[in-house]
C-alpha cells in the first residue's frame, strides 16, 4: 500500500521506516529539510539501536523516500498517518497540539481523492473529534476519514515495538473505512496473531495516555516505599523483588531510583490532568499529581544523598555517569540524570558528566556542565561518583580501576544497578 508519514522525528522516522519494513510504499513528509536530508543519507538523527539498518534497507529497496512538499504527499497516497510531537505547552499542563493542526490544515485542502487519516500521535482526549469537525470544513468534495492509532514504543526497542506489538488499537468511527485500511497495512501482523482492538475514537485517545498514566504510578509507587524503607532500614530491592513475583503486579517498572523522564511520561501525565480538568473531571486524576510530585522529589533527595556524603558540595568535584533518561536512548527530555547535575552545579559543586550517547544532546541543554569523553575521565579527581543512567558499561565498571583515578570513595548509585558488595569490597562507600 501507498501511504505517507508527517513528522520524521523520533516516532514519525522509526514508523516510516518499518511501514516500508512491512512491504508498503512510504513517503516521509517533514518541512525540516536538514533532517529529511540526514534521513535519505541513511543516517539516524537520533539513537535507536537497530534503527539505521531497517532505514538504509529500505531506501535502498526503492520503498522509503522523504520530502517536504504536501502537494506530493498528497497526489501519493490516499493512507496518511500523523505522527508529529505533541510536547507540553510552556508553563502549562495541556499539550501543545498546533504541529498536528498545522499538518491537517495544510494537508486537507489539497487532498482530490477519498483518504485515511491515522492519528499516531499521543493527544488528549477529543482531539480526533475536534479534527474530524475541521477535516469537514477544509475537505473539497472528498471523504476524509480521521481515525487513532496510537503507538506503544519503548525508546531503545521502537523497531521490535513497531514490527512485533503486542497490540494493535484503533480508534474509528462506525462504517467508516479505517478498520479495511487498517487490517491491509498490518496484515502480516495481524496473521502472526498480533490482536487489532477496534474501539471509538475517545476510547483510543486514553488507551494511550493511560498507559502511560500507570506505568508511571508504578515508578512512582516503588520510589514512595522506597522513601519509608529507608526511613526504616528496609531493602528496597528485595521488597520489590518480593512483591513483583505477585502476577497481578509483576516485577516490571518496580525499579527504585531517581525516577521516570523522556519525552513521553512525564508530558503525558500532565496533559491527562490538563484535560481531565477540562473535562470537569479533575478529582478524578489528583492521585497523578502526586505520582508527578514524588517522581521530582526522587531528583532532590539525590542531591541531598550527595551532599551528604560529601560533607559539602561546594567545591565538590562530581562525576555523573549517564544523560539520557534511560539507556538505549540518546533522549535527554526532562532527564532525571541531567536535573540532579543541574542542582548539584547550582550548590556549588564540579559536575562532569559522560553519557556513551547522549553528549550531543547534553551540551545543547545544559552547556554550562563539563563534559568527558569517557566514564574514566569523567572519573577523574572525583570526590563522588553518580550511576544515574544504567548504561551496561557503567554496570560493569571495575571499582578497582575507578579507585585508581578518583579521589574520594563515594560512590551514589542513582539506579540500583550495581553490586554493592563488589565496591564496598574495593574501599566505597555505597550509597543508593
Known amino acids: ?50 534503527l539505521p539498518e531497517v532505514l538504509r534497507r529500505n531506501i535502498d529497496q526503492g520503498r522509503l523516500n522523504f520530502t517536504d512538499s504536501y502537494a506530493e504527499a498528497a497526489a501519493w497516497a490516499k493512507t496518511h498517518f500523523i505522527a508529529v510531537g505533541t510536547p507540553q505547552k510552556k508553563g502549562e499542563f495541556g499539550a501543545d497540539l498546533s504541529y498536528i493542526d498545522a499538518v491537517i490544515d495544510e494537508l486537507v485542502p489539497l487532498l482530490t481523492d477519498d483518504a485515511v487519516l491515522f492519528g499516531k500521535s499521543t493527544v488528549p482526549v477529543g482531539t480526533a473529534a475536534r479534527l474530524t469537525t475541521r477535516v469537514s470544513q477544509l475537505a473539497r468534495d472528498v471523504d476524509v476519514e480521521v481515525s487513532w492509532n496510537p503507538e506503544f514504543l519503548r525508546e531503545g526497542y521502537a523497531v521490535a515495538d513497531t514490527l512485533h506489538p503486542d497490540r494493535l ?141 560529601s560533607g559539602t558540595l561546594i567545591g565538590s568535584r562530581i562525576a555523573v ?5 534511560k539507556p538505549g536512548s540518546d533522549d535527554v527530555r526532562d532527564s532525571p540524570a541531567l536535573n540532579v547535575a543541574g542542582q548539584l552545579q547550582l550548590n556549588g559543586a564540579a559536575v562532569t558528566v559522560y553519557d556513551p550517547h547522549a553528549m550531543d544532546n547534553s551540551r545543547r541543554l545544559f552547556p554550562t556542565l563539563d563534559y568527558s569523553t569517557s566514564a574514566m575521565e569523567a572519573c577523574e579527581g572525583a570526590d563522588s561518583v553518580l550511576v544515574l543512567t544504567e548504561w551496561p558499561e557503567f554496570v560493569s565498571l571495575d571499582p578497582t580501576s575507578v579507585s585508581d583515578v578518583a579521589r574520594g570513595r563515594n560512590i551514589i548509585d542513582g539506579r540500583y544497578c550495581l553490586n554493592r558488595q563488589d565496591w564496598e569490597s574495593a574501599g566505597w562507600t555505597y550509597h543508593a
Open 1 to 50: 500500500m501507498k501511504m505517507t508519514v508527517f513528522g520524521a522525528g523520533y516516532l514519525g522516522a522509526t514508523h516510516a521506516a518499518c511501514m516500508a519494513e512491512l512491504g508498503h510504499e512510504v513517503l516521509g513528509v517533514d518541512t525540516n529539510r536538514g533532517k529529511l536530508a540526514k534521513l535519505e543519507a541513511g543516517d539516524v538523527p537520533f539513537y535507536e539501536p537497530g
Open 169 to 309: 488499537v484503533l480508534g474509528t468511527r462506525p462504517g467508516g473505512r479505517a478498520e479495511q485500511v487498517a487490517r491491509e497495512i498490518y496484515a502480516s501482523l495481524i496473521v502472526d496473531g498480533v490482536p487489532l482492538l477496534v474501539t471509538d475514537l475517545a476510547t483510543a485517545e486514553l488507551v494511550k495516555v493511560s498507559a502511560n498514566a500507570f506505568l508511571a504510578t508504578k515508578i512512582s509507587f516503588i520510589n514512595a516505599v522506597a522513601e519509608v524503607c529507608e526511613a526504616a532500614g528496609a531493602d528496597i530491592a528485595a521488597l520489590s523483588d518480593a512483591i513483583g513475583r505477585d502476577p497481578r503486579i509483576g516485577r516490571q517498572f518496580l525499579n527504585a531510583g531517581i525516577g521516570f523522564g523522556g519525552g513521553c511520561l512525564p508530558k503525558d501525565i500532565r496533559a491527562f490532568m490538563a484535560r481531565a480538568g477540562e473535562l470537569g473531571a479533575d478529582q478524578a486524576l489528583t492521585l497523578l499529581r502526586e505520582v508527578d510530585g514524588i517522581n521530582m522529589r526522587r531528583r532532590t533527595r539525590m542531591v541531598e544523598i550527595v551532599r551528604a556524603a
Open 321 to 325: 555517569l549517564g544523560a539520557a533518561f
